[in-house]
């Protein structure tokens, strides 16, 4: 049945029959891998959850689970219609936001991903300010990397995501705003051996052990051009991390060394940047937003907050510059 089917044709079934609720309980399903406990989160009875799933699959003609005796499976039709399901409720919780706003002003969610170069200066300084002047707005904030955070993006699990702009190849479906460019320090702890040197080399630090952040983020790629352009391995003592605790308690532990963004530099006073030129330039930092998608005025108004706190921020910059 599922062969003979047109667009039109799924188009219509869905528009006919397709409820909200099944819509949140195929998300449940989805994640919890098994109906009885995704009836019970949502206060459905089992037998109304597997009903409505049922009645689903019968309208569309596929199925959209694999059944087994460990729980479900959600099948590439199941993937599909989860990950379209959850743009549809995150538009209809922008709606109800948006509606709320009209009628008392400021409240609203926001779902925040945010990497390594925003986490320690910009995003804590404009949840502050944010949570100043709207407090009614909710926060809630996941850490990560591109490769995880752009795709949770795409599905509607986070409505921005801060820090280094993703590479041209992770841009799909997303559009971009730049706030700064940043550039990089090579950081270590205070009388590492490093800092007795006047200056710095790539040899030196290709001898030493490293904090090297993973190989699908931007940093990594660029360290190892730049390494590679000096004819030098990258260093294969290191250890890979995002975590910006773990690192800074390495850091002042051992003798690692780390390359960082420099507002991650300057948050942390225990630490010298080494006078090195690793030739890497400066990255692009700002928020990317999923494109074609009417945002929420919270998330609208987050967005204001973060180009003004990061202006005020480049300003304190060149001041003491």
Request: proline share 6%; glycine share 6%; with cysteine.
């Amino acid at each position: 049945m599922a062969g003979e089917a047109t667009p039109q044709v799924v188009e219509n079934r869905l528009l006919a029959r397709l409820k909200l609720r099944q819509l949140k309980l195929l998300i449940t399903v989805g994640e919890q891998r098994n109906i009885l406990r995704a009836a019970t989160l949502l206060n459905v009875a089992q037998p109304a959850a597997t009903k409505m799933i049922r009645d689903l699959e019968a309208t569309l003609g596929m199925q959209l689970f694999e059944r087994s005796s460990r729980g479900v499976t959600p099948t590439l039709y199941g993937d599909v219609i989860i990950r379209h399901a959850k743009l549809i409720l995150a538009q209809v919780r922008h709606a109800s936001e948006e509606l709320l706003s009209l009628r008392e002003g400021t409240t609203g969610k926001i779902a925040v991903g945010t990497l390594l170069a925003a986490a320690p200066s910009l995003l804590p300084r404009s949840i502050v300010a944010l949570k100043r002047e709207r407090p009614g707005i909710t926060v809630s904030v996941v850490e990560g990397t591109n490769d995880k955070l752009m795709p949770m993006l795409r599905v509607g699990d986070l409505d921005l995501v801060v820090g280094r702009l993703p590479e041209y190849r992770e841009r799909e479906g997303l559009v971009q705003e730049m706030l700064y460019d940043e550039p990089v320090s090579i950081v270590v702890r205070k009388d590492h051996p490093l800092t007795r040197l006047p200056t710095v080399t790539l040899a030196d630090l290709q001898a030493q052990d490293w904090i090297m952040p993973p190989p699908e983020t931007s940093l990594r790629r660029q360290l190892e051009e730049c390494f590679r352009k000096a004819k030098l391995e990258l260093p294969v003592r290191a250890v890979e991390s995002v975590s910006i605790l773990a690192n800074y308690a390495i850091l002042r532990e051992t003798d690692m060394v780390a390359a960082v963004p420099y507002q991650v530099a300057d948050a942390q006073h225990d630490l010298v940047r080494l006078p090195v030129n690793l030739e890497i330039g400066y990255g692009a930092v700002g928020v990317t937003l999923r494109e074609g998608v009417d945002r929420s005025p919270a998330t609208n108004y987050f967005v204001a907050v973060l180009k003004r706190v990061a202006a005020e921020s480049a300003a304190d910059h060149a001041g003491d510059g």
